[in-house]
């Protein structure tokens, strides 16, 4: 038996609204199996925006959703993935509960969040994703191949300013999120081969540090840091293997690692700019990002103020 994990972020270059990491943890029946699972899964997930109903797009976030744009590509993705691994959830705070349950008292500090929820699916149908649901399942079946876990940390600004204060960088502060991340969903005490994959943090090529920080027991040992790719290797028996690249979301499980977060974010803003634009009539939602973010957040100031709410609650330094 052999692991595979994908691992990435929505929501690293915005002002406003939550940094979001994920993992994928595939289980594979050995270490000789493809770890090309668009290969293995090629019947039904392309890699690709698809208008073909009975396929299921798994790819970069980036290239299947628009800001406020349609959520139905992320849905199908992620809800039926989470079905067939009898995760099913209906709404948002399933939603939480199911990836990350620390972010289930994280909200309740966050105005916007406390007392908001919504019924997922939100723009398909619960059926579709039932259907889809069952091409997962029965894939599972025939290969021995499958999702057995996904897992995010959702950092709201003010926990990401306290992170970054610690770290001294958002860099660093991604990096330890998702080592942290991939540490949790690892066994250490069952010896299997396990290849993990992240996107690219930035333009960073050196994990050597903050991987031995993250598995401190494990000698590290570094296999390439190139313009493309970084790889690493740990475990008790060096079972462990780290590659972070340039596109990773080419790798299936980093590609629906991509697609959960961008669509946690997504729906964590659509709780956002709906308590602001109660607030503040005629308010024009946003999407987070540095420019836009600063026209929003001034907007907002007078109301903010009003209700007391602190800059550093929703208002990243960096």
């Known amino acids: 038996m052999a692991y595979l994990i994908g691992t990435d972020e929505a929501g690293y270059g915005p002002?406003?609204?939550?940094?979001?990491?994920?993992?994928?943890?595939?289980?594979?029946?050995?270490?000789?199996?493809?770890?090309?699972?668009?290969?293995v899964f090629g019947d039904?997930?392309?890699?690709?925006?698809?208008?073909?109903?009975?396929?299921i797009a798994v790819a970069d976030s980036?290239?299947?959703?628009?800001?406020?744009?349609?959520?139905?590509?992320?849905?199908?993705?992620?809800?039926p993935v989470l079905l067939a691994m009898e995760s099913p959830v209906t709404d948002w705070r399933g939603l939480l509960e199911s990836l990350d349950a620390t972010a289930v008292e994280a909200v309740k500090r966050l105005p916007w969040q406390c007392d908001f929820d919504i019924p997922l699916p939100i723009d398909v149908d619960a059926v579709v994703v039932d259907g889809l649901a069952a091409k997962w399942s029965s894939a599972r079946t025939k290969t021995g191949c499958g999702p057995v876990r996904i897992a995010s940390r959702i950092v709201f600004p003010h926990q990401l300013n306290d992170l970054i204060d610690r770290l001294g960088s958002k860099g660093a502060a991604l990096t330890e999120i998702t080592l942290a991340l991939v540490a949790d969903n690892i066994d250490e005490t069952e010896?299997?081969?396990?290849?993990?994959?992240?996107?690219?943090?930035?333009?960073?090529?050196?994990?050597?540090?903050?991987?031995?920080?993250?598995?401190?027991?494990?000698?590290?040992?570094?296999?390439?840091?190139?313009?493309?790719?970084?790889?690493?290797r740990t475990g008790r028996e060096g079972q462990l293997d780290f590659r972070f690249r340039v596109g990773g979301e080419a790798f299936l499980p980093t590609a629906l690692a991509s697609m959960t977060s961008k669509f946690v974010r997504e729906v964590a803003m659509r709780a956002f700019n709906q308590f602001w634009c109660e607030q503040v009539p005629g308010l024009k939602p946003t999407a987070g990002y540095p420019v836009d973010a600063v026209r929003f957040f001034e907007e907002i100031s007078p109301a903010r103020q009003k209700l007391g709410i602190e800059d550093r609650l929703l208002w990243r330094a960096r």
């Open 191 to 232: 010896v299997a081969q396990t290849h993990v994959v992240c996107d690219r943090h930035g333009g960073r090529k050196k994990y050597a540090a903050a991987i031995q920080h993250a598995f401190p027991d494990w000698m590290v040992r570094v296999d390439c840091e190139q313009a493309d790719e970084s790889a690493y």
């Open 15 to 39: 002002k406003l609204g939550p940094l979001v990491v994920s993992a994928t943890l595939w289980q594979t029946p050995n270490d000789d199996f493809p770890t090309d699972l668009y290969q």
């Open 62 to 79: 980036k290239a299947l959703y628009s800001s406020h744009g349609s959520l139905a590509a992320l849905e199908r993705g992620v809800l």
């Open 44 to 55: 039904f997930v392309t890699d690709g925006p698809t208008k073909n109903q009975e396929q």
